[in-house]
């Protein structure tokens, strides 16, 4: 199964992040999806051209949500913790992962290419719309040990993503000690993380440099 992506693309992360619990050996195909032959490469398997891009067999999944459901449905053996069947609990999980789409993920990624592509200071609404974003993720994991139920989901790994990316740029989280403790223990559930975390900031700092 092949995974074109890119490490430092958070929607990356959160698939790779996905495999790495699920024991998954991905072909990777590590790509920059800025250079237009990239993007004419992608766009042969994936009209959006955008990362990650999964391929098994012919069948072809873009979107992170998308790939890690497909992941554990199809490689969970019979586990559904990550995706639970239960309806009432998978509806928070998805909830959880649409206000990803839609709140945090927007927020820090708005945040982060403010200062560091615009090399702006962030205006205050986009502080605030931030803020507000952190705030809600705060409360869900006040509720309970994780963000969905009281183990880890493919939610808490793709909020994890989002999040990570706001501490690249050394974002002050003191204000948010439930996330602070949360990170620690969705990041102590996933194997080998310290070292993709290793690979992730070295990736990073060299991604910056370009811009």
């Excluded at 790509?31 to 098994?56: A, C, D, G, S, W």
């Excluded at 928070?92 to 206000?99: A, D, E, G, H, M």
């Excluded at 949360?182 to 559930?189: D, I, L, Q």
Aim: aromatic letters at 10%; hydrophobic letters at 40%.
């Amino acid at each position: 199964m092949e995974l074109y992506y890119n490490i430092v693309s958070p929607p990356c992360q959160s698939v790779l992040l996905v495999g790495k619990k699920l024991g998954i050996t991905f072909d990777l195909k590590e790509v920059n999806p800025h250079l237009p032959e990239v993007r004419e490469q992608l766009r042969k398997y994936n009209p959006q051209h955008t990362i990650p891009t999964f391929i098994e067999d012919g069948h072809v999944i873009w979107e992170s949500y998308a790939i890690a459901i497909y992941l554990v449905e199809k490689y969970g053996n019979g586990d559904d913790a990550l995706y639970p069947r239960d309806p009432k609990v998978r509806s928070v999980v998805n909830q959880r992962l649409f206000f990803d789409n839609g709140l945090m993920f927007k927020g820090a990624i708005e945040y982060v290419e403010c200062i560091l592509k615009k090399k702006l200071e962030p205006t205050e609404e986009m502080q605030q719309r931030l803020k507000k974003a952190l705030g809600l993720l705060e409360s869900f994991v006040k509720e309970r040990a994780f963000v969905a139920s009281d183990h880890l989901t493919i939610a808490d790994i793709c909020l994890l993503s989002s999040v990570t990316l706001l501490t690249g740029i050394k974002y002050d989280l003191a204000a948010f000690p439930g996330i602070t403790v949360w990170v620690a223990r969705v990041t102590g559930e996933l194997p080998d993380y310290g070292e993709f975390h290793k690979e992730l900031y070295e990736k990073s700092m060299e991604y910056i440099k370009t811009l």
